[in-house]
């Protein structure tokens, strides 16, 4: 509630927002350091690649990674991975993109992970390479892609095989790690979403993951245009010349050890195809005090901050129940169960309805369950929204 002002000002009403860190509802809200931090980083200037190489430092230190750089977000980092896995360290073909010709450009993708997010790989200039038939999650079968499968599909083509990170994916990761690095092939991880368990900044990599791409603005806390790509660190490098402004005399660059891989290049090469995803230096310094943040606090410190939240709203409708978050653990919800999915629509819709409007998790919508996610609630708002619920659902 504190700065509703500069939204009223524009004529923009802002929100309550108990659904979680989605994009459409403009992800989460910053913690009074992040905030601050990035105050302070609009004040002065640097060079881009020095603090690009600070991230690096700062991701390498939170998930073990090589190297890894701050973009304006997890698909604009799945981008700039698809490009690296492309394009190597070779300026020339960094200026092609999108134009993958002669490159190695097949994504491999298992056909139950595809998403619209994996537009990224596309966008670089990569082809999307279908494996798989997801027959039990149609229903008729029992069997998704299988290990073979993949392996079969990759050919000197292969750019790389894509694996979206979430519980249940078929083959695991290891497996499709195993497979693919036989074949010398990298693997690039969309895990955007897959925090808390911090353990996951971690888990991908050391699972095989050549590349992880996470969102900033979601679970880290982060702004919201942020994101970061982690992983090998010529990977890394190879994404960083495509999103850095190269612009100088050519002498000017040395890269900094953090992407020593750059200096391998035969010469600089133009703006590349990740400018369009560029993070400034605000966001980047963000994105480093909130990773730090969200990697130091305790866990259990941060479900009970969490928890708190729902406590302070959870009587205000009858047999509402506190259920950890099923994909997310750490993660609790409020659950509130209705008679059936049009009961439950009425409430969602005369919460939104409001002033604020409140938006309640509808995921489940479909089975007469809405829920109130903790994670982008001020807590200056939780009378109101124990007001909203009491009235709309009460
Ligand atoms: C949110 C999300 C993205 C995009 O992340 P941004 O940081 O908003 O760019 C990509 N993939 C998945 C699976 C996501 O959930």
Same mark, same amino acid.
């Given at each position: 509630?504190?700065? &509703?002002?500069?939204? $009223? ?34 004040? *002065? ?30 698909? =604009? ?19 092609? #993109?999108? +134009?993958?010709?002669? #490159? ?39 069997? +998704? =892609? ?6 079969? *599909? ?18 695991? #990761? /290891? ?16 895990? $955007?979403?897959?925090?808390? /368990? ?10 095989? $993951? ?8 979601? !679970?880290?806390? &982060? ?6 790509? *982690? ?19 050519? =002498? ?17 090469? @133009? ?5 369009? &995803?560029? !993070? ?5 310094? &963000? ?5 730090? @943040? ?20 959870? +009587? ?40 604020? $409007? ?20 001020? +807590?200056?708002?939780?009378?109101? #929204?124990? !007001? ?7």
């Amino acid at each position: 509630m504190s700065d &509703g002002g500069i939204y $009223a000002s524009l004529g923009v009403r802002r929100i309550i927002n108990a659904y979680g860190t989605n994009t459409r509802l403009s992800g989460g809200m910053m913690a009074p350091e992040v905030v601050a931090a990035m105050a302070a980083a609009a004040r *002065a200037c640097v060079e881009m690649h020095d603090l690009q190489a600070a991230a690096s430092r700062a991701i390498a230190e939170a998930t073990g990674a090589e190297a890894g750089i701050v973009t304006s977000g997890a698909a =604009a980092a799945l981008l700039l991975g698809a490009a690296a896995c492309m394009a190597r360290l070779d300026p020339g073909a960094m200026n092609r #993109l999108p +134009d993958a010709t002669g #490159l190695p450009d097949e994504f491999i993708v298992v056909r139950s992970q595809r998403n619209m997010y994996d537009r990224a790989l596309r966008a670089a200039g990569g082809r999307i390479i279908e494996v798989g038939i997801p027959d039990r999650l149609s229903g008729p079968g029992v069997r +998704d =892609a299988s290990a073979g499968e993949v392996a079969e *599909a990759i050919t000197p083509r292969t750019a790389a095989v894509f694996h979206l990170a979430g519980e249940g994916a078929e083959p695991t #990761l /290891p497996e499709v790690a195993r497979i693919a690095h036989a074949r010398g092939v990298p693997v690039l991880v969309d895990a $955007a979403a897959q925090l808390p /368990p911090v353990g996951n900044l971690r888990r991908f990599l050391d699972q095989g $993951a050549d590349l992880v791409c996470f969102s900033g603005g979601k !679970a880290i806390g &982060g702004p919201q245009a942020s994101g970061i790509l *982690a992983g090998r660190r010529d990977l890394v490098s190879s994404a960083m010349a495509q999103m850095l402004d190269l612009d100088l005399p050519e =002498a000017q660059f040395v890269a900094p050890p953090e992407f020593a891989a750059l200096n391998q290049m035969r010469f600089l090469p @133009h703006h590349g195809i990740g400018r369009a &995803g560029k !993070a400034g230096k605000e966001e980047i310094v &963000g994105l480093i005090v909130a990773l730090r @943040h969200f990697a130091a606090e305790d866990p259990a410190a941060r479900t009970a901050r969490w928890t708190a939240r729902l406590d302070a709203v959870r +009587d205000a409708v009858p047999g509402a129940a506190l259920v950890p978050d099923g994909a997310k653990p750490g993660l609790p919800l409020l659950e509130l169960r209705f008679a059936d999915r049009a009961a439950a629509e009425r409430a969602e819709a005369a919460l939104r309805a409001r002033d604020p $409007a409140v938006h309640l998790d509808a995921s489940r919508i479909r089975r007469g369950v809405l829920a109130v996610n903790p994670i982008a609630l001020d +807590d200056a708002d939780l009378p109101l #929204l124990a !007001a909203a619920l009491r009235e709309c659902c009460g």
